[in-house]
Nanobody, 115 residues
């Protein structure tokens, strides 16, 4: 019923920037949280950033000051602007949508940062 489609991943040099997008479609409750998680090779999935429909944000310490999460509520789309990328940012990035007990995930998009 709910689909999340990510885009914007790719290969970038250290210090560069990427902008990820995730568009949600389907029957979505108006008050929700959308966010980005990532899973580096050989590591567990971790929260990168999240944003509520009201605009409250939360960031992992490792990305504060470099990444910015935003959303367009009318389009049910969340963005992640990633600046000053580091090799340790290399991971599969997953879009997430949550309200109440419902959790939805995108398929993931690869971000690779070369040194």
């Amino acid at each position: 019923q709910v689909q999340l489609v990510e885009s914007g991943g790719g290969l970038v040099q250290a210090g560069g920037s990427l902008r990820l997008s995730c568009a949600a479609s389907g029957s979505i409750f108006s008050y929700n949280t959308m966010g980005w998680y990532r899973q580096p090779p050989g590591k567990e999935r971790e929260l990168v950033a999240a944003i509520t429909s009201g605009g409250s944000t939360n960031y992992a310490d490792s990305v504060k000051g470099r990444f910015t999460i935003s959303r367009d509520n009318a389009k049910n789309t969340v963005y992640l602007q990633m600046n000053s990328l580091k090799p340790e940012d290399t991971a599969v990035y997953y879009c997430n949508l949550h309200w109440y007990s419902r959790l939805y995930w995108g398929q993931g998009t690869q971000v690779t940062v070369s040194s």
